[in-house]
């Protein structure tokens, strides 16, 4: 399935999701992920960012998607690194 | 449709691509947006956000999708007002 990840969190916390999300998805944007990943992955991810959050203060939204096929991607502005991204 | 609009700005511009992002779409969280949209209203949403941005400093992305019956979204840590949502 593919996944967009986006967050909002704690400085810290921010470094530590950027690696969290690095292990699973393509960088897109400052606190922006975007991928194909596997049931099991994204479990694994999820369950890496629960345990970084902090529950009152972070918020992070992941949309998922069975298939890529209804979706599109447009981007206005500074062009992101083509080999990057997935969709 | 529906759409996700994510983006990286300047400070100042920020602040206007949050008045513009208001005008046709949902907050979701810091810099990202998203609601179901005609095409006509769209083209205005892009065309709006181009004016604003500065081409090599800023970045929009636009996830678009003609249905979200394959899509679904999960939220970790501070609850988004669910008045607030579309999907």
């Given at each position: 399935?593919?996944?967009?990840?986006?967050?909002?969190?704690?400085e810290?916390?921010?470094?530590?999701?950027?690696k969290?999300?690095?292990?699973?998805?393509?960088?897109v944007?400052?606190s922006?992920?975007?991928?194909e990943?596997?049931?099991?992955?994204?479990?694994?991810l999820?369950a890496?960012?629960?345990?970084?959050?902090?529950?009152?203060?972070?918020?992070?939204?992941?949309?998922?998607?069975?298939?890529?096929?209804y979706?599109?991607?447009?981007?206005?502005g500074?062009?992101?690194d083509?080999?990057?991204l997935i969709?």
């Amino acid at each position: 399935m593919f996944v967009i990840m986006v967050y909002d969190a704690g400085e810290r916390r921010n470094a530590k999701l950027l690696k969290i999300g690095r292990k699973y998805l393509h960088w897109v944007q400052n606190s922006v992920f975007e991928g194909e990943i596997t049931e099991a992955n994204y479990f694994k991810l999820k369950a890496e960012v629960k345990q970084r959050i902090h529950d009152t203060e972070d918020s992070v939204v992941f949309y998922t998607f069975r298939s890529t096929r209804y979706t599109n991607r447009e981007i206005l502005g500074k062009k992101i690194d083509p080999g990057n991204l997935i969709l």
